[in-house]
């Protein structure tokens, strides 16, 4: 192979690195930015609701003294996504308003938060 051969074909492998390496970055960067959201719905939830619906959907001592319902029961799962939203956003019973403090895509990644609930053991 000559001098001009050889380069080519360096050329032509390098180019092949670099087009693996930058579909390894697009996919690694559109994996973590679809990441964030679920962890960012958890911290939410533990910072906000854990104190008292528990940081697996079954309440506290301080959650049963209030009566929050269990977020893995029957009752709570199959209400809709626009209703658990509005319950969040307004409150009920004991449960304060959060529409003040929590921006409604947080509390949207709450509604469905709470869904994940239903697959855990009850």
């Given at each position: 192979m000559t001098r001009v051969e050889n380069i080519k074909k360096g050329v032509?492998?390098?180019g092949w690195v670099f087009l693996v390496t930058v579909v390894l970055f697009v996919t690694n960067s559109l994996t973590a930015a679809a990441a964030p959201e679920a962890h960012s719905a958890r911290n939410v939830f533990?910072?906000?609701c854990a104190s008292c619906h528990g940081q697996n959907?079954?309440?506290?001592?301080?959650?049963?003294s209030l009566d929050a319902p269990n977020l893995r029961?029957?009752?709570v799962q199959?209400?809709?996504t626009q209703q658990l939203q509005?319950?969040?956003?307004?409150?009920?019973?004991n449960m304060p308003p959060f529409k003040g403090s929590l921006?409604?895509?947080?509390?949207?990644?709450?509604?469905?938060?709470v869904r994940?609930?239903?697959k855990k053991a009850k």
């Open positions: 032509q492998d390098r533990n910072s906000t959907g079954i309440p506290s001592t301080v959650g049963k029961s029957a009752a199959k209400q809709t509005q319950i969040i956003s307004e409150g009920k019973g921006s409604d895509d947080q509390i949207s990644s709450l509604a469905s938060y994940t609930f239903s």
